[in-house]
C-alpha cells in the first residue's frame, strides 16, 4: 500500500492526468497514435471526430496499418529497453558540414551483442532498442537525432534534463540502489548515503519517461519487451498499467540481496511489486534468486513452485516465471579482436617485457570502486611475496583499473588506497629492472586487454561483491588464441592450451567455474595460498581445467543466453490472450488480475434473484478463511455469524451445512446455538444433519494406530521449528507452523512431508501440505464426500436442489467445488439448477465465481439471510 508520503508521485505512478477532461482527450489521442511516431509524416487517425466511436474506428484502422506496414511477414520483433542505448555519439568538427552529431554501434554493449549472436541464427529477428545516450543532446536538436538513431540504427532515445538525469543515476542508482545491493547498508551518511525520497521521485520519473518512450514504438499484441537491470525496476508497472497482455521479460544484472538487507529500503514494496508485474524476471544465480523469492515470501506472503524445471510464482492470477542463467560472453567479437594485428603486436610486446625475462604474469582488470577488491587482492600479493621469497623477481602482478562508474568519497578513498599500496609493496619488494605490481589506470584498447589476458598464466577476480563478471569469461578465450598467438607465443600447433583462475565466492560468474579456484577474498591468507597454487599446479592439471572451462564458455555465449531468455518469455505468455485480465490498485502498488474466462466475481444481484426463485437449497460452506478471516487472533464465531446462519436454516427451504477441518469438540462447543445447521468436521470424517443429530461418518470407522508413528515424528519438528504447533484431533494429526519463520517453517514442512509419507508408507492415511500446515489423516477422507453425501440424503428425501450455494478458501475446498459442478449433468439436482462454486480472493480454482474476502461474504450471507426472513417461502420441503 502506497503511504501518504507518496501522495506528490500518485498521479506520476499511474501515469494518468490530473483532470479527468484531459485524461479522456489523452486516451482519445493514445488509442490512435501509430506504432512508430517518432518518424516524421502525417498522423493518422487525428481527425474532427471526438466521438469514442470515431477514436475506436481510427484505432482500428492504425492497428491495421501497422501489421501491413511494420511487420511484413509476422517478423518477431523485440523491443530492448536498457538506462544506455548501444550507441556511440559525436559531435562532428564544424569544418564538416556545419557539426551536428555523428552516430555508431557500440561495438561492447551487452544489448548489442546479443542482438548480434541472435540475428546470425534468425534473420526475422527484429530488435528496436529504447534508452538514453551517454551524451546530453540539446533540446533543439533533439527532433533530429530522435529521428536519425530511429531510421538508422532503430533507436528511441530518451531525452532526460541534466539535472533530473544526475539524480537519477548518479543519486538514485548509485548513491543508494547500487550499494545497496552489494550488501552495503546505510549505517551513517558516509556508508551508502541515507534514503532521499526526491531522489526516488526522479527514479520514478524517470521510469516514467522510459514508458513513455516505449508507448510510441510498442504493439502490444506481438512485440516482446525485455528490460535490463536495477535502473529501471519501476518501468514494469507503468507498462501493465498501459497494457495488461504486455510480453514483458526484465533480466537483473547486479547481485539480489538477501531479504535482511533488502528489508531495510523504505520503497521496498513498490519496487517488490513492480517487478512482479513482469512475466520473467531473470537472475546471474541461483543464490540472487533465492533471495528475491525469499523477499517475496516474508513481505508478501507468495510462494514459489517448481514445475517440470520453472520456478513460478503465482501472483493474482499471473503465473510469474524465475529464470537463472548467467550471461555469457561474444565469442565472435572476442575471436576477431584476437585475430587483429595490433593484438599480436601487443603480445609479442609483452612477451620481451615479461615471459623473455623470466617473469610469471597474473592478471587483475577490475573498475576501480569499492567492491572489486583490489586493495584485498594488493594485500594477498603482498603476503604471497613475504611468505615466499622464491617468486621475488619472478611474479609480477599487473592490475587493469578501469574508471569507476560512480563517483564519490569512495572511490576516491579506493584509488588513493591502491596507490598507496602499490607503492608500499614496489618498495619492499621491488628491485632495479623489477616492480611487483604494475597498476594500469589509464583506459586500454580492448586488443590491449586481450594481449593481457593472453600472457598471463593466471588471472585473479576477487571482487568482494559483484554480478556477473565477464573478466574470466574473456581469459578463458585469449588463453584458447589461435594460430597467429601460438606462433607468437612459440607454441605448436598440438599444444594443449592452460589457465588458471582464482575467483571470488561472491561473484555471479562462480559456481559456473568449476575448475576455478575459489577465494573468499577477505581471507587475506586463502587468497595468497590459492596465488601460489595457481603457480605452482602441474600443467596437465592446468590443462584440464582449461579445457573444462572453454567447453563451458563457449557453448554458453550471449546468444545462449538471450535465446534461451527470450524462449522463457514467449512460453510464459503463451496463455496471454485466452486469459481475462483487469488492473487493481493505485500508483506503484498497480498489480493485474488475470483469470479464467469463465471466473467471474459473484454478483449480489445475481445470486439473490437466484435465490428467491429457487424451491429447494443446499447450502454448504467453509469455516476457516470463509465466515472468520484466516488471521484473525479468536477463531470463534461472532454473535452475527450465528444470527446469519440461524435465519438461514430456519428457512424451510434450506439444508444449511457448515464444514471444516476442525474437531467435532469445537464445532459443537461454538455452534450450540444454532439447531438447524448440519456440521461437517475433520474434513467431513464427522458430519451431522442437525444439533440434535447423532455424529456419523461418511468412511468406515478408523485405525488410528498410526498416529503413535506420526505424533513423535511431528513433535521433532515442533522442538527444532520455534513457532510451530501440533494438534491432534481424533481421526487426524495437523502441525502447524502459521507463527514460524516463513522460509524455515515452509522448509521444515516440506522435509516433515517427506519424513512422514515415508514411515507411514504402509498405513492406510494420507499426507497433505495445506495452508501453513502439514495434515496427516485417513485415506479417501475430503470435503468432497460431505458435498456428495448432502446431495445424496436430499436425494434420498426427494428433495432436488435448484439452487446450490458452496463457499470455500483453500485446496481442501477444490473437492467440494468438483462435485457440485460435476453434479449439473447428474441426477441428484434439478433439471433447472442453478450452482454456484465461490472461492475466496481471486486466484486459480475450480470454483467459477469467487468474493474478494470474508467481509463480501458475510455481506452476502446476510443479503440471503434478509430474504428468507421477510419473504414467505415458495413453497414448504421439510428437511
Known amino acids: 500500500m502506497v503511504s501518504s508520503s507518496y501522495s506528490n508521485l500518485l498521479e506520476l505512478a499511474s501515469g494518468e492526468s490530473s483532470s479527468s477532461s484531459s485524461s479522456a482527450a489523452v486516451g482519445r489521442i493514445a488509442r490512435r497514435i501509430p506504432r512508430v511516431l517518432t518518424a516524421p509524416g502525417i498522423v493518422p487517425g487525428l481527425g474532427d471526430s471526438d466521438s469514442d466511436a470515431d477514436a475506436d474506428a481510427d484505432a482500428a484502422s492504425v492497428s491495421s496499418s501497422q501489421s501491413d506496414n511494420s511487420s511484413h511477414s509476422a517478423r518477431e520483433r523485440t523491443i530492448i529497453v536498457a538506462n544506455q542505448l548501444p550507441i556511440r555519439a559525436a559531435r562532428r568538427p564544424a569544418s564538416e558540414g556545419g557539426g551536428g552529431w555523428a552516430f555508431s554501434w557500440d561495438e561492447d554493449s551487452l544489448l548489442l551483442q546479443l542482438k548480434d549472436r541472435i540475428s546470425e541464427h534468425s534473420s526475422d529477428a527484429e530488435f528496436v532498442y529504447v534508452g538514453c545516450l551517454r551524451e546530453e543532446i540539446p533540446a533543439a536538436e533533439q527532433e533530429e537525432v530522435a529521428h536519425t538513431l530511429l531510421e538508422t540504427f532503430r533507436c528511441v532515445p530518451a531525452f532526460l534534463p541534466g539535472e533530473l538525469r544526475s539524480r537519477f543515476y548518479l543519486g538514485f542508482c548509485k548513491q543508494q540502489l547500487w550499494p545497496l545491493f552489494h550488501y ?54 507503468f507498462l501493465r498499467k498501459r497494457f495488461n497482455r504486455v510480453k514483458l521479460g526484465f533480466f537483473l544484472h547486479s547481485p539480489f540481496p538477501s531479504s535482511e538487507i533488502y528489508r531495510t529500503l523504505p520503497v521496498r514494496l513498490e519496487l517488490l511489486r513492480s517487478l512482479l508485474n513482469s512475466d520473467l524476471i531473470g537472475f546471474h544465480t541461483f543464490d ?53 594485428r595490433a593484438t599480436e603486436l601487443k603480445v609479442a610486446e609483452l612477451i620481451g617485457q615479461f615471459c623473455d625475462k623470466g617473469r610469471t604474469l597474473l592478471l587483475g582488470v577490475d573498475d576501480m570502486d569499492i567492491f572489486k577488491g583490489i586493495s584485498l587482492k594488493l594485500l594477498a600479493f603482498e603476503q604471497l611475496l613475504a611468505q615466499h621469497p622464491e617468486w621475488r623477481g619472478k611474479v609480477v602482478l599487473v592490475q587493469i583499473a578501469n574508471p569507476a562508474r560512480g563517483r564519490g568519497k569512495d572511490v576516491k578513498e579506493v584509488q588513493a588506497e591502491s596507490y598507496a599500496m602499490v607503492k608500499r609493496i614496489n618498495e619492499a619488494f621491488g628491485r632495479p629492472g623489477y616492480e611487483p605490481v604494475i597498476l594500469i589506470d589509464r583506459p586500454l584498447h580492448f586488443y590491449e586487454r586481450m594481449a593481457y589476458y593472453v600472457v598471463a598464466e593466471c588471472c585473479l577476480v576477487t571482487a ?71 603457480l605452482e599446479m602441474a600443467e596437465p592439471e592446468k590443462q584440464l581445467r582449461h579445457e573444462k572451462h572453454y567447453r563451458y564458455v563457449s557453448t554458453h555465449d550471449v546468444g545462449y543466453w538471450a535465446n534461451s531468455f527470450l524462449q522463457d518469455l514467449q512460453r510464459t505468455c503463451k496463455d496471454h490472450n485466452r486469459r481475462r485480465c483487469w488492473g487493481i490498485g493505485f500508483g506503484l502498488g498497480f498489480r493485474v488480475v488475470a483469470l479464467d474466462p469463465n471466473f467471474r466475481k459473484l454478483a449480489y444481484e445475481h445470486i439473490v434473484s437466484a435465490y428467491r426463485r429457487s424451491t429447494t437449497r443446499a447450502i454448504l460452506l467453509d469455516y476457516d478463511g470463509t465466515l472468520i478471516p484466516q488471521a484473525s487472533i479468536d477463531k470463534s464465531p461472532s454473535a452475527k455469524s450465528i444470527e446469519i446462519l440461524n435465519s438461514l436454516s430456519r428457512d424451510k427451504n434450506n439444508m444449511v451445512f457448515l464444514v471444516s477441518a476442525r474437531s467435532r469438540k469445537t464445532l459443537s462447543e461454538w455452534f450450540s446455538q444454532c439447531e438447524n445447521i448440519g456440521i461437517a468436521a475433520e474434513h467431513g470424517y464427522f458430519f451431522r444433519l442437525r444439533k440434535d443429530a447423532e455424529w456419523e461418518t461418511c468412511v468406515p470407522a478408523a485405525d488410528c494406530s498410526w498416529k503413535q508413528i506420526a505424533e513423535p515424528v511431528m513433535k521433532l519438528y515442533t522442538e527444532t521449528t520455534d513457532g510451530s504447533t501440533i494438534e491432534d484431533k481424533e481421526t487426524a494429526v495437523v502441525w502447524c507452523y502459521e507463527d514460524a519463520d516463513p522460509d524455515f517453517g515452509s522448509c521444515q514442512a516440506k522435509e516433515l512431508l517427506d519424513h512422514l509419507e515415508s514411515v507411514l508408507a504402509n498405513e492406510p492415511v494420507s499426507v497433505k501440505s495445506g495452508s501453513n500446515c502439514v495434515e496427516v489423516k485417513p485415506q479417501g477422507v475430503s470435503k468432497g464426500l460431505v458435498a456428495r453425501r448432502l446431495l445424496s440424503t436430499m436425494k434420498e428425501r426427494e428433495l432436488l436442489p435448484d439452487f446450490v450455494l458452496c463457499i470455500g478458501d483453500d485446496r481442501s475446498d477444490e473437492d467440494m467445488f468438483e462435485v457440485i459442478t460435476t453434479a449439473t449433468s447428474g441426477p441428484s439436482l434439478a433439471p433447472d439448477a442453478e450452482v454456484f462454486a465461490c472461492t475466496v480472493c481471486r486466484k486459480p480454482s475450480k470454483a467459477k465465481y469467487y468474493l474478494d474476502d470474508t467481509t463480501e461474504i458475510v455481506r452476502l450471507m446476510q443479503g440471503l439471510a434478509n430474504v428468507s426472513d421477510q419473504a414467505p417461502p415458495i413453497s414448504s420441503n421439510p428437511a
Open 288 to 340: 540472487y534468486a533465492r533471495h528475491f523469492l525469499s523477499c517475496c515470501s516474508r513481505m508478501l506472503g507468495l510462494t514459489y513452485e517448481s514445475k517440470r524445471g520453472y520456478i513460478g510464482l503465482e501472483y493474482y492470477g499471473r503465473t510469474v516465471s524465475i529464470k537463472i542463467l548467467p550471461v555469457g560472453i561474444h565469442m565472435g567479437q572476442l575471436r576477431s579482436v584476437l585475430a587483429l
Open 464 to 534: 568482494v561483491r559483484d554480478g556477473m563478471n565477464l573478466i574470466p569469461y574473456e581469459y578463458i578465450i585469449a588463453r584458447e588464441g589461435n594460430r597467429e598467438l601460438d606462433k607468437v607465443l612459440g607454441l605448436s600447433p598440438s599444444a594443449q592450451k592452460k589457465s588458471m583462475l582464482v575467483v571470488s565466492e561472491f561473484i555471479g560468474c562462480s559456481p559456473s567455474l568449476s575448475g576455478a579456484i575459489r577465494v573468499n577474498p577477505w581471507n587475506i591468507d586463502a587468497v595468497a595460498d590459492a596465488m601460489d597454487s595457481a
Open 184 to 237: 552495503m547498508l546505510p549505517l551513517s551518511p558516509d556508508l551508502g548515503g541515507r534514503f532521499d525520497r526526491t531522489l526516488w521521485q526522479a527514479y520514478v520519473s524517470v521510469n516514467k519517461i522510459f514508458a513513455d518512450k516505449i508507448l510510441e514504438v510498442i504493439n502490444p499484441d506481438d512485440d516482446l519487451v525485455w528490460v535490463h537491470d536495477y535502473h529501471l525496476m519501476v518501468l514494469p508497472t
